[in-house]
């Protein structure tokens, strides 16, 4: 799939106005963005890193693949670099696609990617993590998908809420996916309805498939 238009134009106007000093080229099937990632506040910029972004041809849908080049944070899954291919961890993509409206790259970068690298010098400053951290691999992703359901950290009632918020139509006799054996139209209805609206089935199902198949 080659590069839309769009989302070239898209990410070239959300370099520009955020960090300039990238640059930006262009391949078959994704967008790179190479050069200093600059940290700044009121004052004015106080860190900068050297990275390489890939963003997929099919971004939101994909994540990019975020590297630092410097070589200034160390390679490990600690620091939030994922050992098998380097790359920075940035959490799990469904929460950012849940949580961030529109997905437009520009909120990536004033956002998830921003703040990956203030919470590397934070760290680096003071030896913890400013917004805390989630556990990698499957453990990781049952707990965002526990965050963005509202529930606690309990597989089957992540995956039964999962599998009813993957239909078209959610009808109020079905069992309610809190595990208290009650019809849904006697239980969680009202916030089913909700996260319905946030949770859209295709985004269900890929949860879904994630979680079955990590
Ligand atoms: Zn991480
Ligand atoms: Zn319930």
């Not at 959490?91 to 690298?117: A, I, R």
């Not at 691999?137 to 995956?159: F, H, M, N, P, R």
């Amino acid at each position: 799939m080659t590069v839309p238009v769009k989302l070239l134009t898209q990410v070239t106007q959300a370099a520009k106005t955020h960090q300039p000093e990238l640059s930006v080229s262009c391949s078959e099937n994704a967008i790179k963005l190479t050069g200093p990632f600059v940290l700044s506040d009121l004052r004015g910029p106080f860190d900068c890193y050297q990275v390489e972004l890939q963003i997929p041809s099919n971004f939101p849908w994909h994540e990019p693949t975020v590297f630092e080049t410097g070589g200034r944070i160390p390679k490990n899954i600690d620091r939030h670099v994922i050992p098998s291919n380097g790359s920075c961890c940035l959490g799990v993509w469904e929460e950012w696609l849940v949580n961030v409206p529109g997905h437009s790259f520009d909120k990536l970068m004033t956002g998830w990617l921003y703040d990956f690298f203030f919470s590397q010098s934070w760290f680096e400053a003071k030896g913890e993590w400013p917004f805390g951290q989630r556990s990698h691999g499957k453990a990781g992703i049952v707990e965002s998908y526990a965050d963005l359901l509202g529930v606690t950290l309990d597989a089957k009632v992540i995956a039964d809420h999962l599998k009813l918020l993957a239909r078209e139509t959610i009808k109020g006799h079905s069992l309610c996916p809190c595990g208290s054996g009650k019809r849904l139209r006697k239980c969680h209805r009202d916030s089913i309805q909700l996260l319905s609206n946030r949770i859209r089935p295709t985004m269900a199902k890929r949860m879904l498939n994630r979680i079955a198949s990590n």
